[in-house]
């Protein structure tokens, strides 16, 4: 069946099959969501962030126009955005709030998969209310097929949860760290709170009964909410289990563990005394444990403030102000082209449904007792292998078994290892992107791309790591599958998964 998605420029291509993970076993996959209302369904499904299958057709931007914080977490420098939704040591440029409407205008008239805008920093939006709101407001009003998120640390949350319903933000994320005030004393120097700053665990205490009363509130209301936490090793990783089951209780609707990461020359407190993140299995066995509670988010990418575009891409550089100024933007004629699009991208998720329902499925994909392989593949997005492994910047990391295939998540490359001629590195360069490559994949058994070079070949296959172009437009999961039937049939060599940090 020819399946038609959106490339870069927005034409359609007939290069995508398939998207997303139809094992169910996400807890933000769209399987996992056949249970829910349809009211909560439709919030959901062209959300990138709280459906993992979508995030393979939908894209997100955000907009950074809230600068002040009202908390102090031993994670952040000021310097830099918001770390309890973005990558830490990233700086965004604040923009007003007509400036951004503006910004959110322009991007989603160019790029119609873009269903979600985000404030999300570069500090706490809640702590500047007026810049948040007027921003919200306007898009709500210029913009209304346009969802609105909302990331915040919960202390100003119940202040705000009427104008939050008002203006429609149907989706609200809370970072939560604790439910215990002597752990988050450990996070949390101080608080900002009625004119005062509260130090320690009654500081601590005050922003744990804000957010939780925020997040009842907010659940009355029947608003989505997405919970955020740190995992810090030593600090908080046990005691998340408990905080993912109370968030749970109260009818959080997604649960998003994020690694810390912690680097000396981002000057944080935790940075410079060495307080170390978790690796990447630490932060995957936490994540099942908290499964059996909750739908967990594997996919999140620890986006900035101000990024655009399907999450892992950052398209921010195409609508600069300058650029912005520059465009002629006719918003009720893209309001139509972005609900044919729409229509077009829904109609190609419901054949592949159709598709999958069609095809029989062994009950098991191998002989019970063999062992899981985690396999890596590179994908421009509409759920199929479409990346070239030199283009790559993110590695979406699968683990496969003999009951099925799910998703363990993304794993950053700083630099692509190849992105044009001329800014290719060569000689010495290439090698140490190549390393970067090899140790962000040490627990895969096999890696799937479009192309794979020759030089990477050798390297790959000297790492143990089996490289294939094989699959090249393949649906991911049917990749996977397959490519754990070759591991099979050659005898694979399982590996360590107790690998290093995450970051
Ligand atoms: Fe932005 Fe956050 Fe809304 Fe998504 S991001 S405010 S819920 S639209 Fe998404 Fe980015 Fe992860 Fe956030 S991948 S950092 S979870
Ligand atoms: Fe920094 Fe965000 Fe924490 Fe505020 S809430 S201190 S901006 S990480």
Redesign the pocket.
């Known amino acids: 069946m020819e399946l038609k998605v959106l490339g870069q420029d927005n034409q359609p291509s007939a290069q995508a099959q398939a998207g997303g993970c139809s094992s169910g076993t996400c807890g933000s996959s769209e399987d996992g969501m056949n249970h829910l209302p349809d009211s909560v369904r439709e919030k959901v499904h062209n959300h990138p962030c709280y459906s993992e299958e979508a995030h393979h057709f939908y894209a997100r931007m955000h907009v950074a126009v809230a600068p002040a ?1 009202n ?3 031993h ?2 420098n ?1 310097k830099y955005d ?3 939704e973005s990558r830490p040591g990233v700086v965004s440029e604040l923009l007003s709030p007509d400036q951004a409407a503006k910004k959110v205008l322009a991007v989603a008239s160019e790029i119609p998969q873009m269903t979600v805008l985000g404030v999300a ?1 570069p ?2 939006p809640l702590a500047n209310p007026e810049r948040t709101f007027e921003t919200f407001r306007e898009i709500y009003e210029k913009a209304p097929d346009i969802k609105l998120c909302l990331s915040t ?1 919960g202390l100003a949350l119940p202040d705000h949860v009427d104008e939050i319903e008002a203006l429609k933000v149907d989706h609200v994320t809370i970072t939560i760290n604790c439910v215990d005030p002597e752990v988050g004393a450990k996070i949390y120097p101080w608080v900002f709170w009625k004119n005062r700053r509260i130090k320690g665990a009654k500081g601590a205490k005050i922003l744990i009964e804000r957010q939780q009363k925020g997040l009842e509130m907010l659940i009355e209301r029947g608003i989505l909410v997405k919970v955020n936490s740190v995992l810090i090793p030593g600090v908080n990783d046990e005691h998340l289990k408990e905080v993912s089951k109370i968030v749970k209780s109260k009818g959080a609707f997604l649960h998003n563990v994020m690694p810390l990461i912690a680097e000396a020359e981002h000057g944080t407190f935790y940075g410079v005394m060495g307080q170390r993140g978790p690796n990447k299995q630490e932060l995957s066995d936490l994540q099942d444990a908290c499964a059996g509670d909750m739908n967990m988010m594997r996919h999140c990418r620890q986006c900035r403030a101000d990024a655009v575009g399907l999450l892992g891409e950052d398209r921010g550089q195409e609508f600069t102000l300058d650029k912005i100024d520059a465009m002629d933007i006719d918003y009720d004629a893209a309001m139509e082209k972005r609900a044919n699009i729409h229509a077009g991208i829904e109609a190609h998720r419901d054949a592949l449904r159709a598709e999958q329902a069609e095809n029989e499925m062994p009950d098991l994909l191998a002989p019970v007792g063999t062992p899981p392989a985690r396999i890596a593949i590179t994908t421009k997005g509409g759920g199929v292998i479409n990346e070239h492994f030199g283009h790559a910047t993110e590695f979406l990391v699968y683990e496969v078994a003999p009951e099925g295939v799910r998703f363990i998540g993304p794993r950053k490359v700083e630099n692509a290892y190849c992105v044009g001629p001329d800014v290719c590195p060569s000689g010495d360069d290439k090698g140490t992107v190549l390393d970067a490559i090899l140790e962000a994949l040490s627990d895969c058994s096999a890696v799937l791309s479009a192309k794979v070079g020759i030089e990477p070949w050798s390297r790959l296959e000297d790492a143990r790591i089996t490289p294939s172009g094989e699959y090249a437009m393949d649906q991911i999961e049917d990749a996977v599958r397959g490519m754990y039937g070759e591991l099979i049939e050659q005898g694979w060599a399982v590996k360590d998964l107790n690998v290093q940090a995450v970051g």
Request: with cysteine; charged share 15%; glycine share 14%.
């Open positions: 914080c908390i102090q977490c994670y952040c000021r918001c770390a309890n920093g500090g706490d640390n």
